[in-house]
């Protein structure tokens, strides 16, 4: 079990990301931080948006049961689907080796893994990789290539990626998104952005046609590269899939929370 101190900070980091990311999305977003739960949703197409997350710590299984409960319904109240993320060292012992079963009475469905991950690694030098040149997004041409990646990666119609991204004023001027191309063709992208006193990485994807090329690596590390050269900032923090667990260790992270992203069943 990874220190409880990171793991709240993983939670907290999801939470202060995704209210700025749902409002860019929508001024009338559903941000409200609830008994328990804190929903981040901006009920667009593009699943990654729409969230909820526990966010007490030590809760037992009675309470966790009852929190499920909740969230199933305020995710049921929305037009479009979601997650609800759960950082599993955050769950009193009991309730989390309770957490499959009661999630199924909550009418929820355990969706993939992933792990909260954290560093103090910052700077680091400026990265280079021997096929890619770096571009930051400016342009809605460039936003719409980095939808496109996500979808492609995360297995979502293109559309869904553009509603999450399409226009927004915040990717291209506050967040320090970079694209890593081929030629003229963009092949992965990665993402950071501050948030109390971090860079947070949002958002790394490789297209499937590139993959196990260090693409993704080199562009994660541009991306903190830069961001911690235009905010001072030291510390970073992320949340890995499956897919990208192993990498992030190698540009310094270490895991702390396990996660359980769930759906409605």
Not at 192 to 201: D, H, M, P, Y
Not at 237 to 259: D, E, K, W
Request: hydrophobic share 45%.
């Amino acid at each position: 079990m990874a220190n409880l101190a990171d793991s709240v900070e993983s939670m907290e980091q999801l939470a202060t990301v995704w209210r700025a990311m749902v409002l860019d999305r929508d001024a009338d977003a559903d941000v409200r931080d609830l008994p328990g739960i804190a929903v981040r949703w901006a009920d667009c197409r593009f699943a990654f948006w729409n969230c909820v997350t526990l966010t007490e710590v030590g809760a037992d299984a009675a309470l966790v049961e009852r929190r499920l409960g909740e969230a199933a319904e305020i995710m049921r109240s929305k037009k479009h689907p979601g997650f609800l993320w759960v950082f599993e060292d955050l769950l009193g012992a009991e309730a989390r080796a309770a957490l499959p079963a009661a999630a199924g009475r909550a009418g929820l469905a355990y969706a993939f893994p992933g792990t909260g991950m954290a560093g103090d690694l910052l700077p680091l030098p400026e990265p280079v990789h021997p096929d890619l040149t770096f571009v930051r997004v400016r342009t809605d041409e460039q936003l719409r290539a980095y939808a496109d990646l996500n979808s492609r990666a995360y297995g979502f119609p293109l559309e869904d990626g553009r509603d999450g991204l399409a226009g927004s004023a915040l990717w291209k001027e506050e967040v320090h998104a970079y694209l890593g191309m081929r030629g003229d063709v963009p092949v992965t992208c990665a993402a950071t952005v501050a948030a109390e006193g971090r860079l947070f990485v949002v958002l790394v994807a490789t297209d499937p046609g590139w993959e196990r090329r260090g693409y993704g690596e080199a562009v994660t590390r541009k991306a903190l590269y830069e961001g911690s050269r235009a905010t001072g900032l030291t510390r970073a923090t992320l949340h890995a899939t499956a897919a990208g667990a192993p990498v992030y260790p190698r540009i310094g992270f270490q895991p702390n929370s396990p996660m359980g992203f769930y759906g409605l069943g």
